[in-house]
């Protein structure tokens, strides 16, 4: 299968950070542009979950993870791509096939010149065809991708690739934007592609009744305003409290070849902002399960100040298969991220009975976190995301001292989508004409252009057929309708012919 397919979006593998390609993924070819991918995405040491009883799921042992590993190849760059696609079709289900841009291709035209240019050229008329079109979501992504810095940029590990042949002015694709055989049109961006699929989708239905209304809007349209709906607001809440809540699994594993045991990572971070005095947590475990007679006994580990004490140690009350911990915080802990954890042991008698390959000790759990801060000075909420383990603040009920004098003073400055903003900037589109006399001129001239003497011929036999016709209609009788007076359902009949009347 080509790259610029028209039912598939192609994607290159990038290294984990997304500023480069793997040594491993596929290249294009240089001079036949069809080869090359669309876009690009993380591919490289991607976390994801373990294939029991493969060749593949013997590296976990390595790893020190029995239900997750660390995993490199194409394989794990395209559901990336396939998660962004569930996103941007949720924002935007009126996406469709789309009519007016179409996949490079390179018959006789590529954007890089020389021998060998379109050895594998596609059909002629690719640009009108109907079965060359490409879905309204790949556009998407080729529109919003990043491409900047990217140019020659390769991990190391392929040597028959020398990473230095994409000039500075770089080759440009249908849709304006820079393609080349590595990367595609570079690193799919997730929230970019959203915002471009949402302002369409509010563009084709402006009441919000889930209908379209207004078929006319295309992407090209929506390309023009959207990047007004991706903005930085400050919201002000009315408490003085956030929280943040997680689950998760911990497990353990017994490798029986040389006893070495392996645990689950069970590691979680939370912000703790300026002028947090207390913090909350609940942790709730079932460590016992009568089925398979697994017991077990776990821990919450949390380390405020990054320095690897564990703060909850004493700090913790336990009711039924619950800990409560209510701890003070103090400024050495402010901007910084929190740092939670999981720790314990468990037994499993008759887990093997129940399931002789999933039998290790299996120990759901959640976390439920509150922070409670001083509003006597205004707090703004704002931190870059981290990339492992991250975990959110949103707003809590207030606590019991909260007083109604402090409402506004906590903020948070996020990222977001502001809709007003685009649908401020919607103007009227006047849908294309789809004149039926325009396009049978058309037509007809064309053919009469292709095909001279055959229509010339077919004219004449149709104005032979005409002067028949109306030859024929000159003896042929009319009839009407006429009501009779005496009957309101009665109708009476009168053929009338030239020249003579029936009685």
Request: include cysteine.
């Amino acid at each position: 299968m080509y790259a610029n397919t028209p039912s598939a979006v192609s994607v290159a593998a990038l290294t984990h950070d997304g500023t480069a390609v793997t040594s491993f993924s596929s290249r294009g070819c240089m001079n036949q542009q069809h080869t090359w991918p669309d876009v690009g995405a993380p591919g490289r040491d991607i976390w994801a979950t373990a294939p029991r009883g493969t060749a593949i799921d013997a590296s976990t042992r390595t790893q020190g993870d029995l239900y997750y590993m660390s995993i490199s190849g194409t394989s794990m760059a395209t559901p990336h791509v396939g998660g962004i696609a569930g996103l941007v079709l949720n924002a935007a289900p009126s996406l469709g096939v789309a009519d007016y841009h179409r996949d490079d291709h390179d018959f006789g035209s590529s954007l890089v010149g020389g021998e060998g240019t379109a050895a594998y050229g596609q059909y002629e008329n690719w640009d009108t065809d109907n079965t060359s079109r490409v879905h309204e979501f790949e556009l998407i992504l080729e529109l919003t991708s990043r491409y900047d810095g990217m140019a020659n940029s390769c991990e190391d590990g392929n040597s028959e690739d020398a990473c230095n042949d994409i000039p500075e002015q770089c080759y440009r694709s249908a849709t304006g934007q820079c393609h080349d055989c590595r990367i595609g049109h570079g690193l799919t961006d997730t929230d970019a592609a959203v915002a471009l699929a949402r302002t369409l989708q509010l563009m084709r239905d402006q009441n919000g009744d889930g209908l379209v209304d207004h078929p006319e809007y295309d992407v090209w349209d929506a390309y023009e305003i959207y990047q007004e709906m991706m903005g930085i607001a400050t919201i002000p809440v009315n408490t003085d409290r956030v929280k943040h809540s997680w689950k998760g699994d911990w497990n353990h594993f017994n490798n029986g070849a040389n006893g070495a045991v392996y645990y689950t990572e069970d590691s979680h971070y939370v912000w703790i902002p300026n002028g947090t005095e207390r913090l909350e947590a609940t942790f709730a475990a079932s460590e016992f399960e009568l089925e398979t007679a697994q017991a077990g006994q776990l821990q919450l580990s949390i380390d405020l100040g990054e320095d690897g004490s564990n703060d909850a140690q004493g700090a913790g009350i336990r009711q039924a298969d619950t800990w409560y911990y209510d701890i003070d915080v103090d400024s050495s802990a402010w901007g910084k991220w929190a740092h939670f954890d999981v720790s314990g042991q468990a037994i499993t008698l008759f887990g093997v009975i129940e399931d002789p390959e999933f039998f290790e000790s299996r120990i759901p759990y959640t976390v439920d976190v509150i922070l409670t801060l001083d509003l006597s000075q205004p707090i703004d909420i704002t931190f870059e995301q981290r990339p492992d383990f991250y975990s959110d603040l949103d707003p809590a009920s207030p606590s019991d001292v909260y007083d109604s004098d402090y409402d506004g003073r906590l903020t948070f400055t996020r990222l977001v989508y502001d809709q007003s903003a685009v649908v401020a900037l919607i103007k009227p589109k006047v849908a294309a004409s789809d004149s039926t006399d325009e396009g049978f001129l058309s037509a007809l001239g064309s053919l009469y252009s292709d095909y001279p003497l055959a229509m010339s011929f077919l004219s004449l036999i149709l104005i032979a057929g005409l002067v028949g016709v109306v030859s024929t209609m000159r003896n042929t009788k009319n009839r009407v309708i006429l009501t009779n007076d005496d009957s309101e359902s009665g109708i009476l009949d009168a053929e009338i012919f030239e020249g003579e009347v029936l009685d």
